[in-house]
């Protein structure tokens, strides 16, 4: 069964310092998206992407955050200089398209620890 | 974002039948009805959708009230790998921006 494949599994970085987390989609899906969640609490949605650009992003994704499919097949996440609140689960996740509602196939995350 | 309301928590005996329900009251005419679920330090993994009709995979049944205002997960009989979080969501068709995920219900599976 096709996979969301997302690197590194677990990055440790200093506060202050840029972290990109990297995924690849399902070679067909036509949306991407990050979601992160913070150790014991909620999936919280960051952004979605389609057709190259941004189609929606919540309060989370401020200017230290951004997201690039640079090649076609790989969707990254930036995040410009780290905070110790950054500390989460950062989830990427693909979907075919939005007609019959279709389900997003998730990653199985990284682990990332602002320190 | 139209809100959905389930139980904190459900606890079933395995190989017994589960019945999660969801509340979604302010639905529209355009949201699908997702469910997923997390198994502890995971990802969130699709589970099965629906929008109007009952539909049923290898996975679970998803059974949708007539008004749509609320559904109910089935799964037909636990196992203790389906120890997880699950979550109903509502995803627009015609909009390709997010789904917010609640708190969903932690379901425990008893041997």
């Known amino acids: 069964e096709p996979e969301v494949t997302q690197t590194p599994s677990h990055q440790v970085t200093q506060m202050g310092q840029e972290v990109i987390l990297r995924c690849v989609p399902i070679?067909?899906?036509?949306?991407f998206y990050w979601y992160r969640q913070i150790l014991g609490q909620k999936v919280e949605f960051l952004v979605s992407f389609y057709n190259n650009e941004i189609s929606e992003k919540s309060e989370i994704f401020d200017d230290q955050f951004s997201v690039e499919r640079p090649d076609g097949s790989n969707f990254t996440l930036k995040i410009r200089s780290t905070k110790l609140e950054d500390s989460a689960m950062y989830f990427c996740?693909?979907?075919?398209?939005?007609?019959?509602?279709?389900?997003?196939?998730f990653g199985s995350g990284t682990r990332l620890t602002v320190v | 974002d139209a809100k959905t309301t389930q139980p904190n928590s459900m606890e079933s005996n395995e190989e017994e039948p589960v019945h999660l329900p969801c509340n979604h009251s302010t639905i529209s005419g355009t949201d699908y009805i997702h469910w997923y679920r997390q198994l502890p330090s995971q990802g969130p993994e699709y589970v099965i959708h629906?929008?109007?009709s009952n539909v049923n995979n290898r996975m679970a049944s998803l059974a949708i009230a007539e008004d749509r205002k609320s559904s109910t997960l089935i799964l037909h009989r636990a196992t203790l790998r389906d120890a997880a979080v699950y979550y109903c969501i509502l995803r627009d068709a015609t909009n390709a921006g997010k789904s917010t995920f609640g708190d969903g219900t932690t379901l425990t599976v008893k041997p």
């Open positions: 070679s067909n899906h036509l949306y």
């Open positions: 629906g929008l109007t």
């Open positions: 996740a693909s979907s075919p398209g939005q007609g019959k509602g279709s389900g997003y196939t």
